[in-house]
């Protein structure tokens, strides 16, 4: 069993994003799993000179680095990843240590539109990179009408999404156990 992060881009606590990282969570069956608050202050260049790097961003890292596996899932805003997401990177890339570094990495991501988030993933990737995680390849997860994928109790109604998500948490558990064994 594993330690599982997840990071959902995205504050409105219904945000389909947070539901698609919980029903990712559940795939995955961590042994446990945390939840990502990316409600941190602005990335500020002379915040961080003149009171170092708040708390609520070491929180951030240091989440990220005791995790063994991470799951992002993002909402796609204006052809992109989400503000909040960049921040927490942005801030995250100022800490000591590296934590993304070689950790398995898998991205998803739901929105209003009919492309899923295709950009917004694209778009994350490229962020990801000059942190060298282990960045899983695919499946990809694009759920596409969010608003309309879940059913009440969360879970995805269409039947090749659930499929997709399920391989994707089989292939970040297998890089999650070579990392840790």
């Keep these: 069993m594993a330690h599982l992060l997840t990071i959902a881009g995205a504050l ?29 202050p602005l990335y500020d260049g002379d915040l961080e000179d003149s009171q170092g790097i708040p708390p609520e961003v070491q929180a951030l890292a ?15 805003y204006n052809k992109a990843l989400s503000g909040v ?16 570094r070689h950790k398995p990495v898998a991205i998803m991501s739901a929105t209003a539109g009919r492309s899923g988030g295709e950009r917004a993933q694209s778009s994350l990737r490229l962020a990801l990179n000059p942190f ?9 997860v694009l759920v596409a009408d969010s608003g309309n994928a879940f059913d009440e109790t969360g879970r995805l109604r269409n039947e090749r999404y659930a499929k997709s998500l399920d391989e994707l948490m089989q292939e970040l558990r297998a890089a999650a156990a070579r990392q840790i064994g």
């Design 12 to 40: 409105r606590q219904g945000s389909t994003n947070r539901l698609l990282a919980a029903e990712a969570a559940r795939l995955f069956a961590p042994e446990t799993v945390t939840v990502a608050d990316l409600r941190l």
């Design 62 to 76: 240091d989440q990220i680095a005791a995790a063994d596996a991470v799951v992002i899932s993002t909402p796609e």
């Design 85 to 100: 997401l960049k921040n927490a990177l942005d801030w995250v890339s100022r800490t000591k240590g590296g934590p993304w």
């Design 132 to 140: 060298r995680p282990h960045l899983l390849s695919g499946p990809e």
